[in-house]
């Protein structure tokens, strides 16, 4: 099992930046994929970046592609996303989640390909 607990979010005007931490405890990180994905109201979650195990491949959703920059340091047991040129639509609760996996592979891009999720922090972005 592996405990996530995320951090950094809040308030920002558009064309800022905010920078998502996620902690995690239990099991050794690096044998995880993580994710971030995000859910605004009446939505459905949808992802937002993925990184391997190992840290060297990662995927991003269209949408922040170019803004936004996922990094993990597994001694740390920490992973983070980068959030740069915020928009009003990038408005949601984050998650970050791990994805067990004997694979140094990041395209895992559904909500149901993961095994733990953490709680979720609010970023909003005003206009």
């Known amino acids: 099992q592996v405990q996530l607990v995320e951090s950094g979010g809040g308030w920002v005007q558009a064309g800022g930046s905010l920078r998502l931490s996620c902690a995690a405890s239990?099991?050794?990180?690096?044998?995880?994929?993580m994710g971030w994905f995000r859910q605004a109201p009446g939505k459905e979650r949808e992802y937002v970046a993925v990184?391997?195990?190992?840290?060297?491949?990662?995927y991003f959703a269209d949408s922040v592609k170019g803004r936004f920059f996922i990094s993990r340091v597994n001694v740390e047991n920490t992973f983070s996303l980068q959030m740069n040129s915020l928009k009003p639509e990038d408005t949601a609760v984050y998650y970050c989640?791990?994805?067990?996996?004997?694979?140094?592979?990041?395209?895992?891009?559904?909500?149901?390909?993961?095994?733990?999720w953490g709680q979720g922090t609010q970023v909003t972005v005003s206009s």
């Open positions: 239990g099991r050794p990180p690096s044998r995880y994929a």
């Open positions: 989640a791990a994805k067990d996996t004997i694979y140094n592979y990041a395209y895992y891009l559904g909500s149901t390909d993961y095994d733990y």
């Open positions: 990184i391997s195990r190992s840290g060297g491949s990662t």
